[in-house]
Each structure stands twice: as structure tokens, then as C-alpha cells.
């Protein structure tokens, strides 16, 4: 089974900082994905960010980074410069390898920029 | 191009009695995922349909079901409605099992409540 732990119920960031959101995870299989979303307050889920299990380097979108680090399976998200519309939930979780959509979440993480 | 759709957004209903929630995936996607956010417990996996063909199901009881239709569009049923089953319902589309990483787009979400 697979298992997602997201220890930070809540973050504060100041505006124009770089934020890091902690993901740790569980499991046995060797293939894996792991994505990170964001829920504004509006529900809708955002992709964000994806990271394969053989994924060499350290994936990135914009002003997203995901600090991977297979051997203490952890998946932290890096938000640099962060803005006031990143104030949201950010979830992370996992996926059992290519082929399904079928998701483990964490139970997020509440971030609030502050100006 | 219309994303994700869910209907109705917001449905109150009293203990034993059903719910159905809708789903309209994004055009030209196969697959249809279900997934309830309860309060506090992040999103879980429910159902997983593709092809019109339910794929695997999450740890919930079997009065929790649903259907693909030949159009793709997917609707969740919920019987014997219990307060506990008060959450927002998340469905999301993707290419099938054949999409490419990130392409899981989400809805904004039915949000059930049972009084």
C-alpha cells in the first residue's frame, strides 16, 4: 500500500520568499509517480509538478521545484518568490507507476502569503 | 476548450436517501476518476472508470457505485446517504491509461451535504 504524509498543516511565507512544503512517502513498488496539486478556495485541483521514481533530475515548472530524494522518500515542493495567489491548500501524492491516475493524497498543507 | 465539469455543485440531502452526482470529462478523454474530500481527510480514491468500463475501486462500501456512459460522462451514486458521507466530490478526466504524465485535469467539485 502506498502512503503519503504531509506534516505541515500550515505554513506562513512572507510575499516574494521561497517556500518548501514537506512530502514524505511509503512504498513498495519500485516504479512510482509523484505530483504535487494546489486547491484554491475554490476546490479545483491544480497539477502543479511531477516526479517519475527513475527521473534523474529534479523536476521543475516555473517557479515550482520538487526536492526529490528517493533514498529518505521525500518529495518536498520548493515555491520560489511566492505571491499572494499562492495562498491555498497544496496536496501532495503518489501515483503506482504509468498506467492509472489512481492517487494516494496527503492531507495537504494550508499556505497563506503574507504582503 | 471546456475543462472539466461537474454537476450539481452543491446538493443537500437527508440521511437514507441517495445522492447522484455528475461528471462531464474533458473532450476526448476516456478515463474517469472519483474521489471524495471529507473534512480533514484529504482527497481518497473512490472509482475509476475507463472505456466505459469500471476499472478498480477505492476501500469504500458498495453503496458507493457509479457508471460511464458511452459518451464518457460518468455519474456517481451514493445510497443510503449517511452524515459521514458529507464531502466534496472530485471527479477527474484523463487521456486513459495512455495519457501522459500531469494530464489528470480535475473539476471543481459537487459538494454533498447530508443533514
Known amino acids: 500500500a502506498q502512503k503519503i504524509t504531509q506534516t505541515q498543516p500550515g505554513m506562513f511565507v512572507q510575499e516574494k520568499e521561497a517556500v518548501t512544503l514537506d512530502c514524505t512517502y511509503d512504498?513498495?513498488?519500485?516504479?512510482?509517480?509523484l505530483f504535487w496539486y494546489k486547491q484554491p478556495s475554490s476546490g479545483e485541483m491544480i497539477f502543479l509538478i511531477y516526479?517519475?521514481?527513475?527521473?534523474?533530475q529534479n523536476a521543475t515548472e516555473g517557479r515550482y521545484s520538487l526536492n526529490f530524494q528517493k533514498a529518505r522518500k521525500s518529495a518536498n515542493l520548493v515555491i520560489s518568490a511566492s505571491q499572494l495567489g499562492d495562498s491555498a491548500m497544496y496536496f501532495c501524492?503518489?501515483?503506482?507507476?504509468?498506467?492509472?491516475?489512481?492517487?494516494?493524497f496527503g492531507k495537504g498543507t494550508k499556505l497563506s502569503v503574507i504582503p | 476548450e471546456a475543462g472539466v465539469t461537474q454537476s450539481p455543485t452543491h446538493l443537500i440531502k437527508t440521511r437514507g436517501q441517495q445522492a447522484t452526482l455528475r461528471c462531464s470529462p474533458i473532450?476526448?478523454?476516456?478515463?474517469v476518476y472519483w474521489y471524495q474530500q471529507a473534512l480533514g481527510l484529504g482527497l481518497q480514491f473512490l472509482l475509476w472508470?475507463?472505456?466505459?468500463?469500471?476499472?478498480n475501486r477505492g476501500n469504500f462500501p458498495p453503496r458507493f457505485s457509479g457508471r460511464q456512459f458511452p459518451n464518457y460522462s460518468s455519474e456517481l451514486n451514493v445510497n443510503a446517504l449517511e452524515l459521514e458521507d458529507s464531502a466534496l466530490y472530485l471527479c477527474?478526466?484523463?487521456?486513459?491509461?495512455?495519457?501522459?504524465?500531469?494530464?489528470?485535469?480535475f473539476g471543481e467539485g459537487s459538494r454533498l451535504t447530508v443533514l
Open positions: 516526479q517519475g521514481s527513475y527521473d534523474q
Open positions: 512504498t513498495s513498488d519500485p516504479s512510482y509517480g
Open positions: 473532450s476526448g478523454h476516456t478515463s
Open positions: 472508470y475507463d472505456e466505459g468500463e469500471e476499472r
Open positions: 477527474a478526466s484523463s487521456l486513459g491509461r495512455t495519457g501522459t504524465v500531469g494530464e489528470l485535469f
Open positions: 501524492a503518489m501515483s503506482p507507476g504509468a498506467g492509472s491516475y489512481q492517487l494516494t
